[in-house]
């Protein structure tokens, strides 16, 4: 258990739809990375938040924003969703977000597109 | 494009015996490697990791080998046991930047 928390495990909608992930870092944690992990592909970075801002920025599509909040939590919003944006989402904390610091992975939610 | 891949989507190996991973990248702008291990239904947990001004890195039965000139590294795990049966990533970070790229994953399973 890597103290990483994420809600729900499973989420199934249907295209057009709107859908909201979650994600609890470690305790002590102030950086959360949110990345996408589709069919037969490595994980995809899409974006970094520490301690409330935004700190990196990967391939994110514009249709999906994410925001951490002053308790640390994380929220990913995914809109207008495509089959293709079925995959496993993962977020990892980390504590200060720098320089080697090693990344800690939630169980990831898999959402399915219909 | 495809900045850091590993090529074997699979590797089977006895147990006892040594497991070599492999991953190659492009940039050159990249200066941190590290390796997660995945089980089914979890999250890629960290194993090691090495820094460019390294060629070698050890933890136990877990090698990491950096060849900055051919853009390679490799993962050794010797003796190999049957709880390493798992994905393995290869990740690679540039200057800190903290935006891994990670490859597409190699699935170790080791026979008794």
């Given at each position: 258990?890597?103290?990483?928390?994420?809600?729900?495990?499973?989420?199934?909608?249907?295209?057009?739809?709107?859908?909201?992930?979650?994600?609890?870092?470690?305790?002590?944690?102030?950086?959360?990375?949110?990345?996408?992990?589709?069919?037969?592909?490595?994980?995809?970075f899409l974006i970094q938040y520490y301690n409330g801002e935004e700190r990196a920025k990967g391939n994110i599509l514009e249709r999906f924003s994410a925001q951490q909040f002053p308790d640390l939590h994380s929220e990913l919003n995914l809109s207008s969703l495509e089959l293709g944006d079925s995959a496993l989402y993962f977020c990892a904390s980390s504590v200060t977000g720098g320089s080697t610091d090693t990344q800690y992975f939630g169980p990831g939610t898999r959402l399915t597109v219909l | 494009d495809q900045q850091v891949k590993q090529n074997s989507p699979s590797l089977s190996v006895q147990e006892g015996r040594i497991s070599i991973l492999n991953c190659d990248y492009t940039n050159s702008m990249f200066d941190y490697f590290l390796w997660y291990k995945k089980y089914p239904a979890e999250g890629p947990t960290f194993l090691i990791s090495i820094s460019s001004i390294k060629d070698k890195n050890e933890d136990g039965r877990f090698t990491v080998f950096l060849n900055k000139s051919a853009k390679h590294l490799s993962l050794h795990i010797v003796p190999s046991q049957p709880g390493d049966s798992a994905v393995y990533f290869c990740a690679a970070d540039t200057q800190g930047a903290q935006k891994l790229v990670f490859g597409q994953g190699t699935r170790l399973t080791i026979n008794p």
């Amino acid at each position: 258990d890597s103290g990483v928390t994420q809600t729900p495990k499973h989420l199934i909608t249907a295209t057009g739809q709107r859908v909201t992930l979650r994600c609890s870092p470690r305790s002590g944690d102030l950086s959360v990375y949110w990345y996408q992990q589709s069919l037969d592909q490595g994980l995809q970075f899409l974006i970094q938040y520490y301690n409330g801002e935004e700190r990196a920025k990967g391939n994110i599509l514009e249709r999906f924003s994410a925001q951490q909040f002053p308790d640390l939590h994380s929220e990913l919003n995914l809109s207008s969703l495509e089959l293709g944006d079925s995959a496993l989402y993962f977020c990892a904390s980390s504590v200060t977000g720098g320089s080697t610091d090693t990344q800690y992975f939630g169980p990831g939610t898999r959402l399915t597109v219909l | 494009d495809q900045q850091v891949k590993q090529n074997s989507p699979s590797l089977s190996v006895q147990e006892g015996r040594i497991s070599i991973l492999n991953c190659d990248y492009t940039n050159s702008m990249f200066d941190y490697f590290l390796w997660y291990k995945k089980y089914p239904a979890e999250g890629p947990t960290f194993l090691i990791s090495i820094s460019s001004i390294k060629d070698k890195n050890e933890d136990g039965r877990f090698t990491v080998f950096l060849n900055k000139s051919a853009k390679h590294l490799s993962l050794h795990i010797v003796p190999s046991q049957p709880g390493d049966s798992a994905v393995y990533f290869c990740a690679a970070d540039t200057q800190g930047a903290q935006k891994l790229v990670f490859g597409q994953g190699t699935r170790l399973t080791i026979n008794p």
